[in-house]
């Protein structure tokens, strides 16, 4: 079993920064240091989209972004706190929905419940 916790959504002005965290917690917690994690969004209305993906430590830790947000978003791990990060700079309205972290293991995806962030115009 894998309960993963995002945290650092919020409100924030266009052309401002946030950082958000992923976390793993219970006994699986270094998973979020060994294992692929992606992050998505899904806004009203919208489908749920990947917005950046860091892969296991195994295959490299290599990263991949939609193109929306390259350039502007930055995913990254640090495996001493058992965190992924996304580095959301230069924010536009558009970048408002929920944010998830989600990641593969033992044949099951799991999910994080999600932090909000809003860009104001």
């Known amino acids: 079993q894998v309960q993963l916790v995002e945290s650092g959504g919020g409100l924030v002005r266009a052309g401002g920064s946030l950082t958000l965290s992923c976390a793993a917690s219970?006994?699986?917690?270094?998973?979020?240091?060994?294992?692929?994690i992606g992050w998505y969004r899904q806004a009203p209305g919208k489908q749920r989209e990947l917005v950046a993906k860091?892969?296991?430590?195994?295959?490299?830790?290599?990263?991949n972004y939609a193109d929306s947000v390259k350039g502007r978003f930055t995913i990254s791990r640090d495996n001493a706190k058992n965190t992924v990060y996304l580095q959301m700079n230069s924010l536009k309205p558009e970048d408002t929905a929920v944010y998830y972290c989600?990641?593969?293991?033992?044949?099951?995806?799991?999910w994080g419940q999600g932090t909000q962030v809003t860009v104001s115009s």
């Open positions: 219970g006994s699986t917690t270094s998973v979020t240091s060994v294992n692929a």
């Open positions: 989600n990641t593969l293991y033992g044949g099951r995806w799991y």
């Open positions: 860091i892969s296991s430590i195994s295959s490299g830790g290599s990263t």
